[in-house]
């Protein structure tokens, strides 16, 4: 397959294009996102549907710029799907034929049940695991999908969109419509018992942004962000009842204002009848990921990842990881450390997973620069550690990559992260134990040749190597209160 793949989705109300590049097999990152609200169907829904000139000259202009872009990175594959702007319309074949002979690409227009599909298997992919009834809330539909033990389920697709409820409901102030309008067409969603809505779309990434900062999330991650229904259900009554200048004060967008109240419409109608619902997870992906992991997990089992690979984690160690000897040995080394103590400390043993990536990534700062090492692993991990980890994991791990090296996590930087790192005594713990592992390493053995015990507080090592520099380093260590470590 191509090394650096362009995707494109023609939404109802924004066009996208991102283009990826593969560092290995399943693994890739993002060199290019790109957006414009281009509106293909506005002025279509009352004109029974018909794209109107103005709305396709500048999704064409648009796709004419998008494909420079595509093409000043090499592009040597284009995937372009159009959703219900271009589903719905009678006229479809005049746009699409003039963008094929114009532009030469061809666009894919996908039917509803394949655009739930593919946003459930981004998230399915690309969010930690998670039962969870998925919700795609676009400018002309609305799909949803069950995620269900790994598998997607129960695809469906309404003709619920916030720029068709702007145009059939709100211009003319009719909410009252617009409720009984969603409400008639969220009788066709299967009644799954379920507490977890992934929301997929702006209108979600709009939402929860502005939640984020009403609650100072101290994470800048929007991917993976959770709040409770509540939260959510409270949040767009607000929106429902501002008016533009209170909407700025919500941090809404003004490129948002004017279909912001019809997908908060869609959101609160819903949570009213799904009272079963507890836990929002906003998707930063859908469709576009969805269409590109498709295609690179062709032949795999259930549309999925091998066991337990993360594009993430494997895109840094392909990216940045210099020796990756030295990489794999502080991960196991901290393991057989972590094993050894975890019982003793009180620690929770499910700790082990994100302490194990931490070792494995804390050295890829050094590729960017030497000086300050640590600073630039803690920075690369809190940006790009992005798939399927939930904020807890991801900031615990960047924590542990900051302090890898003899001081224990400062007081002010846990206090900053106190809802979502585990209380001070683990961050700690787990802190410490890189920080030993890496100055066990510090003569960069290519084998661990090394006896560890652990008795009375003690770890007691012994090695057959030469441990000189190693001595001198685990001398400097902050150790937390109570831990030895003697050689033999
Ligand atoms: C879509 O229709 O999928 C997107 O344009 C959604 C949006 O709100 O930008
Ligand atoms: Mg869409």
């Known amino acids: 397959m191509a090394k650096i793949t362009a995707v494109i989705d023609i939404g109802s109300n924004s066009a996208r294009m991102v283009v990826y590049e593969k560092t290995s097999r399943f693994a890739f990152h993002l060199l290019h996102e790109v957006k414009s609200r281009v509106r293909l169907p506005e002025n279509a829904y009352k004109n029974n549907g018909y794209l109107q000139e103005e709305a396709m000259q500048r999704t064409y202009d648009a796709l004419e710029n998008f494909l420079r872009i595509a093409s000043s990175y090499k592009v040597r594959k284009i ?97 009252d ?126 549309n999925s990842f091998p066991a337990n690979f993360n594009p993430s984690v494997r895109y840094l160690l392909d990216s940045y990881i210099v020796d990756n000897n030295h990489s794999n040995q502080l991960a196991k080394l901290s393991k057989r450390i972590f094993e050894l103590t975890y019982n003793t400390y009180d620690i929770d043993k499910k700790y082990a997973k994100e302490l194990v990536i931490a070792a494995k990534l804390s050295p890829i700062g050094a590729s960017l620069h030497n000086y300050s090492s640590n600073q630039h692993s803690y920075y690369l991990i809190q940006t790009a550690l992005e798939y399927g980890f939930t904020h807890q994991e991801i900031i615990l791990i960047a924590t542990l990559t900051k302090y890898a090296k003899r001081r224990a996590p400062a007081t002010a930087h846990i206090a900053e992260y106190k809802n979502i790192l585990p209380d001070e005594r ?38 057959q190597d030469n441990l000189y520099l190693a001595k001198d380093a685990v001398k400097k260590l902050e150790s937390p209160k109570g831990i030895r470590v003697e050689f033999l």
Do not use: W
Request: hydrophobic fraction near 40%; include cysteine; glycine fraction near 6%.
């Open 426 to 463: 683990v961050a700690e713990f787990l802190s410490f134990i890189i920080s030993l592992s890496s100055a066990l390493l510090t003569h960069r053995p290519r084998d661990l040749q090394y006896e560890i015990g652990f008795s009375d507080n003690c770890l007691h090592v012994s090695s």
């Open 177 to 302: 419509g617009a409720k009984r309008y969603i409400n008639a067409e969220l009788d066709k969603l299967s009644n799954i018992e379920i507490s977890n809505l992934i929301g997929i779309g702006g209108t979600f990434r709009a939402l929860c942004r502005a939640i984020m900062k009403d609650i100072k999330y101290p994470l800048n991650k929007l991917h993976s962000f959770e709040c409770s229904s509540k939260t959510m259900s409270i949040f767009v009554d607000k929106v429902m009842n501002a008016n533009e200048r209170r909407l700025k004060t919500l941090n809404i967008r003004p490129e948002r204002f004017d279909v912001i109240k019809p997908g908060s419409l869609i959101i609160s109608e819903l949570l009213k009848r799904k009272t079963d619902i507890n836990n929002i997870i906003t998707s930063g992906v859908g469709v576009r990921e969805g269409v590109y992991l498709s295609d690179i997990l062709r032949g795999q089992k259930d």
């Open 79 to 175: 995937l372009c799907v159009a959703t219900s702007a271009l589903r719905d319309a009678p006229n479809k074949q005049e746009f699409l034929s003039r963008v094929r002979n114009g532009l030469k690409l061809n666009i894919k227009v996908i039917d509803g049940e394949k655009e739930a599909l593919y946003g459930a298997v981004a998230c399915l992919n690309l969010l930690p695991k998670a039962d969870a009834l998925t919700i795609d809330i676009g400018g002309g539909s609305t799909e949803f999908s069950y995620i269900l033990e790994g598998k997607v389920t129960n695809t469906l697709s309404l003709a619920l969109g916030t720029v068709r409820l702007k145009e059939l409901f709100f211009d003319k102030n009719d909410i």
